[in-house]
């Protein structure tokens, strides 16, 4: 079964520097798909950047971008110019693409990483 | 605007009763989820919907019910069954189970005591 291992409980970062969450993940596959998703105090889950595993390019959105290290297992988040409203939650989430008659493991999320922004 | 509903965003049940938490989307999507969220953990699957009148268990199943009768709509039982029902509990739903993204609801925080 996939295992997604965020390490980093609690982060803090001092306004308009850069931030790196770590997520590690488990799997035996070869095509997946790996997501960080943000979960603000008002507890919404929102997409921030997701990645296809067969390419090798690091997704970019904004000021979010990934360093995605397949043969390492790993696939960090970095947050650029971070802003007040960075702060939240992040989870690292892994789904995998062909989708199998046990669903269960279909889509696993990390424990997530809680990011405070300072002033 | 098209989106997913919870309601209520909080809910209070005394232990032994029943209680029913509401998703509603308009997004026209196939399939539904629901997951469960505790402190310090992530994101667990309670049910999966694939389709209208179709349903399937998820990693936590145990203590939980769920219908689809409706495109639109796949509600959640708590039952008294359920040991320790307190904690957040989210719906997400996706344009099919193939889709590889998800969106999520507000969520609903329910206490039992």
């Known amino acids: 079964a996939q295992t997604v291992t965020q390490s980093q409980p609690e982060m803090s970062v001092q306004e308009a520097e850069t931030v790196t969450l770590s997520c590690t993940y488990d799997?035996?596959?070869?095509?997946?798909?790996l997501f960080w998703y943000k979960q603000p105090p008002s507890r919404q889950m929102i997409l921030v950047i997701r990645q296809e595993a067969y390419k090798q390019q690091n997704a970019t959105e904004n000021r979010f971008s990934v360093n995605f290290q397949k043969a390492a297992k790993s696939f960090s988040l970095k947050i650029s110019d971070s802003q007040l409203g960075d702060a939240a939650m992040y989870f690292c989430?892994?789904?995998?693409?062909?989708?199998?008659?046990?669903?269960?493991?279909?889509?696993?999320f990390g424990p997530g990483t809680r990011l405070s922004v300072l002033p | 605007d098209g989106g997913i509903t919870q309601s209520p965003k909080y809910l209070f049940r005394k232990e032994g009763q029943n209680v029913t938490l509401s998703c509603e989307q308009n997004?026209?999507?196939?399939?539904m989820y629901w997951y469960r969220q505790d402190p310090g953990q992530g994101l667990r699957l309670i049910y999966y919907?694939?389709?209208?009148?179709?349903?399937q268990k998820g990693d936590i199943a145990e203590g939980y019910s769920v219908s689809r009768e409706k495109k639109e709509s796949f509600p959640l039982t708590v039952t008294s069954a359920q040991k320790n029902p307190t904690a957040f509990y989210l719906c997400?739903?996706?344009?099919?189970?193939?889709?590889?993204?998800?969106?999520f609801g507000p969520g609903t925080r329910l206490t039992v005591t």
């Open positions: 997004l026209n999507h196939d399939a």
């Open positions: 989430a892994y789904r995998t693409r062909y989708i199998r008659d046990n669903y269960g493991q279909n889509f696993v």
């Open positions: 919907s694939q389709i209208v009148n179709d349903f």
């Open positions: 799997t035996s596959e070869s095509d997946y798909y």
């Open positions: 997400a739903s996706s344009i099919g189970t193939a889709s590889y993204e998800q969106y």
